[in-house]
């Protein structure tokens, strides 16, 4: 059986072509997810945010509250003074008045500082709001063109695939079986071309014998790593 260089040689450059139109088809629902990933990150940053604000808002309250009871506390203690029957009872009385207004203020510093946490974390809600709008834009693009992509990539694919079918029809019939063994088991890298008695395809130099019969277009495979043989270009 006899195959010509350049049948083998278009074979190879099919294949070539195939799998790099194939590795781009499967880059573009990678590159989707990456996006989709960018979006759940900000949605993430968005709801941690707003937990945050309610967090603190939920603190801020209960200290309100804990003040307004203290203020409470306060005038009652205030009012019982005039009912006092001794100095001392009097002097406790001011005591516990003085020391309600001291835990008071400090609440009410606190309060403070806690609205106005409220208010940075108000501002970054709206700053992560943004991003996850900006996210959801760029994912909703990158949906859109990685699908106008991979029409195109699934057309190319389609047309090289007939042009293959033709191709391999040129093959020996004896030769097919192998073909197709090296194919479904390296893809393109079950061919590989010889330059200068060596094996494109992992370096190993060729017999005396093995390139007489490349020259008379008998079909080799490569003793070390199986692949299809043919001579290059070159």
Known sequence: MAVSTAALRELHRIHGQLSDLN??????????RAREGQVAKQQAVLSETRESVKQTQLIADRKQLDLKSGDMKIEDLKAKLNACSSNKEYQSLLEQI?????????????????????????????????????????????????????????????????????????????????????????????????????????????TLNMQNDLMLSKPIFCKACGCLLYISEA
């Not at 590795?23 to 989707?32: I, N, T, Y």
């Open 23 to 32: 590795d781009r088809l499967a880059r573009g629902p990678r590159r989707v």
């Open 98 to 206: 003085s020391a309600s207004e001291m835990a008071g203020s400090v609440l009410a510093d606190e309060i403070l500082e806690g609205l106005e946490k409220i208010d940075q974390l108000e501002a970054t809600v709206e700053e992560a709001k943004k991003s996850e709008a900006a996210a959801e834009v760029e994912l909703a693009k990158c949906q859109e063109t990685v699908s106008a992509e991979s029409k195109v990539i699934r057309a190319d694919i389609a047309r090289l695939e007939g042009e293959l079918s033709s191709a391999e029809q040129g093959l020996p019939a004896d030769l097919k079986d192998e073909y197709q063994r090296v194919i479904r088991a390296k893809g393109v890298d079950g061919m590989a071309e010889v330059e200068e008695s060596v094996c494109q395809g992992c370096g190993f130099k060729i």
